[in-house]
Nanobody
Framework: QVQLVESGGGLVQAGGSLTLSCAASGRTFSSYIMGWFRRAPGKEREFVAAISWSDGMTRYADSVKGRFTISRDNVKNTVYLQMNSLKPDDTAVYLC???????????????WGQGTQVTVSS
């Protein structure tokens, strides 16, 4: 059974940094894509970033390019999201997900974590 567990969220001032982690277990993920999404109050889930587990290719939403970096540790089966220059608009619940069909369409991801809250104060 696939399990995704996020950690690393918290409260940070604008301009600060946080690193989120997503620990994956339950199967081999070598052919999968791991994505980070976020859900702000009153809004739909929004694609943030994704990484191919096999070759490390990455994709980013325009809103986070140059500020966020996604990476993976194949030994630890963990994906990271380094978030720099955080803005109040980045405030959301951040969720990781795993799938095989898409980079940025949330409904096509197969498994989801519970999420971790990120709050950026102005």
């Amino acid at each position: 059974q696939v399990q995704l567990v996020e950690s690393g969220g918290g409260l940070v001032q604008a301009g600060g940094s946080l690193t989120l982690s997503c620990a994956a277990s339950g199967r081999t993920f070598s052919s999968y894509i791991m994505g980070w999404f976020r859900r702000a109050p009153g809004k739909e889930r929004e694609f943030v970033a994704a990484i191919s587990w096999s070759d490390g290719m990455t994709r980013y939403a325009d809103s986070v390019k140059g500020r966020f970096t996604i990476s993976r540790d194949n030994v630890k089966n963990t994906v990271y999201l380094q978030m720099n220059s955080l803005k109040p608009d980045d405030t959301a619940v951040y969720l990781c997900a795993v799938g095989r069909l898409t980079w940025d369409v949330p409904t096509l991801y197969e498994h989801w974590g519970q999420g971790t809250q990120v709050t950026v104060s102005s």
